[in-house]
């Protein structure tokens, strides 16, 4: 139930076409789904977050596409770049306690050729 | 911009030994957590502590894990007696309020031999 699937696994995209990642969870009290992006020997950053009262989030060239009722969501990066190589983590939280723990998914390594 | 800062950056030590991780969170953040991630997996939780208590932890954090919070600005992780599979990338996180951005540090590579 704490779970959150990710795919795929790696995804390969030629600079300029869309990279999407997707993601599936069960438990219905997350309420927070944000994307992370992770650099070779950094730490997780947070890219961009959404809240199930809205089904699509823009930052830049960065969308987060939800679906409440298939409990999934997405990360739709448009224009990719060399420099948006990267693994990409999706995760999901709900606030049942202070803590709000979050639970991420498998991961994507993202490779954009140039 | 502040950082979440994390030391050492790689921490070598044998089996059955004692190690402590530490991390300075940002400064005026009130919720910390500690999180790991096993080399080409995904990141796991580990442990989240606000107002100088654990108010979470997993299943992963058992007896040989603590964390505590010694003085105003750093965070630690012990682990008491390692094993081989405690080799991993441990993250340290910090957020100012409940519903405000998790900020990760570029973590420490512990290696178990």
């Known amino acids: 139930q704490q779970q959150v699937k990710q795919s795929p696994q790696s995804l390969i995209v030629q600079k300029g076409g869309i990279s999407i990642i997707n993601c599936a969870y069960e438990?219905?009290?997350?309420?927070?789904f944000p994307w992370y992006q992770q650099f070779p020997g950094k730490g997780p950053a947070l890219l961009i977050a959404?809240?199930?009262?809205?089904s699509e989030k823009k930052e830049g060239r960065f969308t987060i596409s939800f679906n409440k009722s298939a409990k999934q969501f997405s990360l739709h990066i448009m224009d990719s770049q060399p420099g948006d190589s990267a693994t990409y983590f999706c995760?999901?939280?709900?606030?049942?306690?202070?803590?709000?723990?979050?639970?991420f998914g498998e991961g994507t390594q993202l490779t954009v050729n140039p | 911009e502040p950082e979440v800062t994390q030391t050492p950056s790689h921490q070598v030590t044998q089996m059955g030994q004692e190690v402590i991780l530490r991390c300075v969170p940002i400064?005026?953040?009130?919720?910390f957590y500690w999180y790991r991630q096993i080399l080409g997996q995904k990141v796991e939780f580990l442990v989240s502590f606000y107002n100088n208590e654990i108010s979470e932890k997993s299943e992963i954090f058992d007896d040989q894990f603590s964390v505590e919070r010694p003085d105003g600005s750093n965070f630690t992780l012990k682990i008491r007696s390692t094993k081989l599979e405690d080799s991993a990338m441990y993250f340290c996180?910090?957020?100012?309020?409940?519903?405000?951005?998790?900020?990760f540090g570029n973590g420490t590579r512990l290696t178990v031999t």
């Open positions: 996180a910090s957020k100012v309020m409940s519903d405000s951005p998790l900020h």
């Open positions: 438990n219905t009290a997350f309420d927070y």
């Open positions: 995760a999901a939280s709900y606030r049942e306690t202070s803590g709000s723990r979050l639970t």
């Open positions: 400064s005026n953040h009130l919720y």
């Open positions: 959404i809240r199930p009262d809205v």
